[in-house]
């Protein structure tokens, strides 16, 4: 997706743009999915219906840039005793939808589906992503990425690979 007005940019490319961020995650291609964002990036999982403010609530993740880059390393190269094995995963992304657009910056909404099989055992993960999405040179790049889990209320094992 060539980086151009958010005017310019359609709902098909939008849907590109996040196939092929899912195609990265699940391809376990970490390191390129890092480089879809910017450098202010920040990556938020809320941990409540009610919360509005990763500063003010407690959240299940919220990293900036450089925990991004933390949580990477230690998924592919460090200590991820969590990950030894990897999860295989694979991701469903529909509804997408252009929420706002500014002179520049997207806002897009999409609804989510996760399967992760990880030592014999399947687990599914749904809910709402919000990406803002800016121009990042020749192509888009993601300022924010917010996901909200349905079951974010419940008990969660643990979320040890990026969702």
């Known amino acids: ?9 359609s709902r098909t490319d939008v849907e590109d ?18 480089e879809l964002f910017t450098d202010d990036a920040t990556y938020w999982v809320p941990a409540r219906y009610t919360d509005t403010d990763p500063q003010r ?6 990293d900036d ?8 390393w230690r998924l592919t190269e460090g200590p991820a005793h969590a990950q030894i094995p990897p999860s295989a995963t694979r991701r469903l992304i529909t509804n997408v939808r252009i929420t706002e657009r500014g002179d520049d910056h997207l806002t ?27 121009p990042g040179g020749a192509r888009w ?6 996901a909200l889990l349905v079951n974010r209320e419940a008990h969660i094992f643990n979320l040890t690979f990026m969702i």
């Open 141 to 146: 790049a993601i300022r924010s990425k917010k």
């Open 17 to 34: 743009f996040l196939y092929a961020e899912a195609e990265l995650l699940d391809s376990f291609r970490l390191a390129e999915w890092l």
């Open 1 to 9: 997706m060539t980086a151009s007005t958010a005017v310019g940019i």
């Open 108 to 134: 897009v909404r999409s609804n989510f589906a996760i399967f992760e099989v990880r030592k014999g055992e399947q687990r599914a993960f749904a809910g709402e992503y919000e990406h803002v999405l800016v």
């Open 65 to 72: 840039r450089e925990r991004m880059v933390e949580r990477v």
């Open 57 to 62: 609530h407690t959240s299940l993740i919220y």
